[in-house]
């Protein structure tokens, strides 16, 4: 088959369209909120299918443990290795023998369930058996639907389990079992919408484009931070400039004109914040910005998800911050992470703020310098009851101190290649709303394509 084909090449003679007309998938009927939810309206000349009537075969994975990766064996997928977009993750691999893969391997046209976990992180992901792929068996936390080939494009019904209507589906009856899961029968009830399939090709086609432009962005995005990480690790050790003598430090060698400080010598304030009552509406949704941890994203704080009033902070521990400050993650699951205010902000008390005395330091510069140095700062709660880091760990941790201008000249490289990063986060952004709109208008047949020209490329054309 071409690299692209028109849909005039898969409909060629009367007998080929008769066999893959609309007519091989059997319809049914909306008869739960959990239908509407997945369903809702949609154009008279679509169906509304179960999953379980166009699966010809359904079946749990292997429950083999997974060895390490060789070429010359199937690879084994489990539900980690299962990515965004319906596909797989290039660095997540694993294998199995041939004679332990032999019942769980895959073939054109499995779409794998994921059955357990957190919703989105595993639980309702999917992946479509691609044949690039290589062999491939599958694990036990994935359920196989063997989609049949009449009438359908399985590349459509990879997309639609991408689709925020699926998700609301999965989400709603996640909540129906004491634990997050969803087995064979609760996926077989699965309703979906199924245009006749010249439609279906010309919208998986549409998906698939965006797919791929937002999987390019986002490898531009990893290679520019591969830069930085190289970037940061020669600049804060050896500076920009051309040294020929070097002093030695704990935590390596750095130019002899630099200063060796702990952070309190460098900052002109240090402290943690609080967290007003929890029981006292008053205190909350007010007009003050209250960072938590999980607000901390390595880079520039704009926008926080929570605000206390006045009361709340005059009530409480938390107390304000400037725009600039650095604060950092002292423990829990976001330990080591840390961000500058964009803003004046307080904090809840599992982070701590630094503001630097802008003629030692920038914050910016000490922002960055601890991003580069998580690893050195987090160790210091190596042997403590849990792993946390105190205010006074902190303040003891001896940071490089080279000249302002010197410093300057760093942060002009570091935020050159910060704004490449975020030229394209923002353009990934941009993509992912793109595609939200157009699975929404798509997949509800709101906006049609069966007038349009869509050249349907072989990646989506070798699916049905």
Known sequence: MSEEATLDDFTQTEEENVKRTIEYVPESSVESSLDETSVGDIPDDWVATRLRDIAEETEYGLTESAEEYAPDKPRYIRTQDFDDYGGLKPNSRASLSREKAKDGMLEEGDLLFARSGSVGASLGKTYL??????????????????????????????????????????????????????????????????????????????????????KKTEEVIKQTERLRNGVMQNVFSRGVRSYNDFQETKYGAIPTNWEFKPVREIAERIGSGGTPNTDKDEY???????????????????????????????????????????????????????????????MNQACC???????????????????????????????????????????????????????????????????????????????????????QDHLSGTVRTNDTNIEVPEEVAQYG
């Open 129 to 214: 058996y691609d044949t690039n792929d290589g062999d491939c068996c599958f694990g036990g936390y994935s359920i196989r639907h063997r989609l049949q080939d009449e009438g359908l494009n399985h590349k459509y019904l990879s997309e639609y389990t991408l689709s925020e209507q699926y998700w609301d589906w999965v989400r709603r009856r996640a909540k129906t079992t004491a634990q997050s899961n969803i087995n064979t029968g609760e996926y077989g009830s699965l309703l979906l919408p199924i245009p006749p399939l010249p439609e279906q090709r010309k919208i998986a086609t549409v998906l698939y484009t965006v797919d791929r432009a937002i």
């Open 284 to 346: 909350y949704n007010g007009d003050i910005e209250w960072v938590k941890t999980d607000d901390l994203n390595s880079g520039l704080i704009e926008s926080v998800k929570t605000t206390i009033t006045s009361k709340g902070l005059d009530e409480s521990a938390a107390k304000l911050f400037p725009e600039g400050t650095v604060v950092f993650a002292m423990y829990g699951g976001s330990l080591g992470q840390n961000g500058r205010l964009g803003m004046e902000a307080a």
């Open 353 to 439: 703020g630094i503001v630097t005395d802008e003629s030692e330091m920038n914050s910016y510069f000490l922002h960055q310098q601890l991003i580069h140095r998580k690893k050195q700062l987090t160790a210091l709660s190596a042997g403590t009851h849990q792993q946390n880091i105190s205010q006074s760990m902190i303040e003891k941790f001896e940071v490089f101190v080279p000249p302002l201008d010197e410093q300057m000249e760093m942060m002009d490289i570091l935020r050159s290649i910060e704004g490449t990063i975020e030229t394209n986060t923002n353009e990934k952004e941009r993509l992912k709303h793109l595609k939200r709109g157009l699975m």
